[in-house]
């Protein structure tokens, strides 16, 4: 069984920083594409970051130039750097892994999701 867990939340005052984590577990083969998504109080969904196996991490234009997304394979490991904290990125975090693993002598390739991690920021 293949799961995400996120950690690193929490509470901090306006210009502060948080950094994310978020490890992928099971009979992981290959990760592709691994990224973080955030639920706002309105629930709207939106792209924070995303960084593939190879090349480029792209950033949405709310947090460009203030969190840095970073991946260590060996660690099957995402993280998120948060710097100059805004109230306006206060939301439940969720890190995203596409993924092949294997099961039963079969491989099967999948999106999988954390349960999230709450990051709230004071004003």
């Known amino acids: 069984q293949v799961q995400l867990v996120e950690s690193g939340g929490g509470l901090v005052q306006a210009g502060g920083s948080l950094r994310l984590s978020c490890a992928a577990s099971?009979?992981?083969?290959?990760?592709?594409?691994m990224g973080w998504y955030r639920h706002g109080p309105g629930n709207q969904r939106e792209l924070v970051a995303v960084?593939?196996?190879?090349?480029?991490?792209s950033y949405a234009d709310s947090v460009q130039g203030r969190f840095t997304i970073s991946r260590d394979n060996a660690e099957n490991s995402v993280y998120l750097q948060m710097n100059t904290l805004k109230p306006e990125d206060t939301a439940v975090y969720h890190c995203?892994?596409?993924?092949?693993?294997?099961?039963?002598?079969?491989?099967?390739?999948?999106?999988?999701w954390g349960q999230g991690t709450q990051v709230t920021v004071s004003s």
């Open positions: 960084i593939p196996s190879g090349g480029a991490a």
């Open positions: 995203y892994a596409g993924l092949t693993y294997y099961r039963g002598g079969g491989y099967y390739t999948g999106d999988y």
């Open positions: 099971g009979s992981i083969v290959r990760i592709n594409a």
